[in-house]
Nanobody, 124 residues
Framework: QVHLVESGGGSVQTGGSLRLSCLVS????????MGWFRQAPGKEREGVAR????????YYVDSVKGRFTISPDNAKNTLSLQMNSLKPEDTATYYC?????????????????WGQGTQVTVSS
């Protein structure tokens, strides 16, 4: 069983930065994919960034490439999302997620474990 708790959300102006953190309870190193997803009001949930903890491969949605960085810290059991050059369209509730996938070198699209979410608001 994996338990995820996000923190670090808040309100910033356009161009600002935030760092989200996800505290992971459970063993995920070398067996899971982890990712950050977001959902804005009235929109579908969107995968923002994913990392395969075994292979190290990462994926970013085009809209955040070059601005966001996903970083697992296995020693601290955390997953971070550094968000720079934030835009109003980044406003959403951000969720940390994980899925057991030891046979994969990339990440699947469906995740099994979810945190409660943290709000990010970017004002213009």
């Amino acid at each position: 069983q994996v338990h995820l708790v996000e923190s670090g959300g808040g309100s910033v102006q356009t161009g600002g930065s935030l760092r989200l953190s996800c505290l992971v309870s459970g063993t995920v190193y070398n067996t899971h994919c982890m990712g950050w997803f977001r959902q804005a009001p009235g929109k579908e949930r969107e995968g923002v960034a994913r990392v395969n903890l075994r292979s190290g491969s990462t994926y970013y949605v085009d809209s955040v490439k070059g601005r966001f960085t996903i970083s697992p810290d296995n020693a601290k059991n955390t997953l971070s999302l550094q968000m720079n050059s934030l835009k109003p369209e980044d406003t959403a509730t951000y969720y940390c997620a994980a899925v057991y996938s030891p046979w994969l070198t990339t990440c699947p699209s469906n995740f099994a474990y979810w945190g409660q979410g943290t709000q990010v608001t970017v004002s213009s």
